[in-house]
T-cell receptor, first 112, second 110 residues
Framework: ETGVTQSPTHLIKTRGQQVTLRCSSQ?????VSWYQQALGQGPQFIFQYYREEENGRGNFPPRFSGLQFPNYSSELNVNALELDDSALYLC???FGIGYEQYFGPGTRLTVT | GIQVEQSPPDLILQEGANSTLRCNFS?????LQWFHQNPWGQLINLFY???GTKQNGRLSATTVATERYSLLYISSSQTTDSGVYFCASYYGGATNKLIFGTGTLLAVQP
């Protein structure tokens, strides 16, 4: 059984650029959640996708958007990057809403 | 919204020592999880424990939902236990988003 995977591992972007992060959910999981973790803080919920539909969103601006594909993998897109977007981005998958979440290794984004 | 506080914020132990980490919630606990974040950032699932007590090797956890707290016990600590420990509770009705605590930074010295 393959766990949650994320790509890329590290990424450096310039302010104003756009970025796409990818997540493959664990086999059998149909729900993917994305979190942002700034240095020294706990992860903050960005949004969740359940069966290809957005199912809840945290306090993040519209330039953070996402997709979930028929195979339940997911993308996080961030437009007009700001310096404060520098963080570790984590995705988690679960068997369904309300089930235990399992996290990927994360993508470390640096915005200069 | 729900607030999650963890204590202590930092902890230094000698190898072999025992410790207790605490997680307090401002609202009802719902499907609580404990995680260990290693130095590379990977969040490793330790326990999924809405209530009661569970044990896994040297680790055990207890959640008392009616009193809005959870405890993580680490016995006979090892240097590989070092890292940040987070508790998180599910919140938000139809969205099972996790609300994370502030974390406990544990350093186990040889």
């Amino acid at each position: 059984e393959t766990g949650v995977t994320q790509s890329p591992t590290h990424l450096i972007k310039t302010r104003g650029q756009q970025v796409t992060l990818r997540c493959s959910s664990q086999s059998g999981h149909n729900t993917v959640s994305w979190y942002q973790q700034a240095l020294g803080q706990g992860p903050q919920f960005i949004f969740q996708y359940y069966r290809e539909e957005e199912n809840g969103r945290g306090n993040f601006p519209p330039r953070f958007s996402g997709l979930q594909f028929p195979n339940y993998s997911s993308e996080l897109n961030v437009n007009a990057l700001e310096l404060d977007d520098s963080a570790l981005y984590l995705c988690a998958s679960s068997f369904g809403i309300g089930y235990e979440q399992y996290f990927g290794p994360g993508t470390r984004l640096t915005v200069t | 919204g729900i607030q999650v506080e963890q204590s202590p914020p930092d902890l230094i132990l000698q190898e072999g020592a025992n410790s207790t980490l605490r997680c307090n919630f401002s609202d009802s606990v719902n499907n609580l999880q404990w995680f260990h974040q290693n130095p590379w950032g990977q969040l490793i699932n330790l326990f999924y424990i809405p209530s009661g007590t569970k044990q896994n090797g040297r680790l055990s956890a207890t959640t008392v939902a009616t009193e809005r707290y959870s405890l993580l016990y680490i016995s006979s600590s090892q240097t590989t236990d070092s890292g940040v420990y987070f508790c998180a509770s599910y919140y938000g009705g139809a969205t099972n988003k996790l609300i994370f605590g502030t974390g406990t930074l544990l350093a186990v010295q040889p």
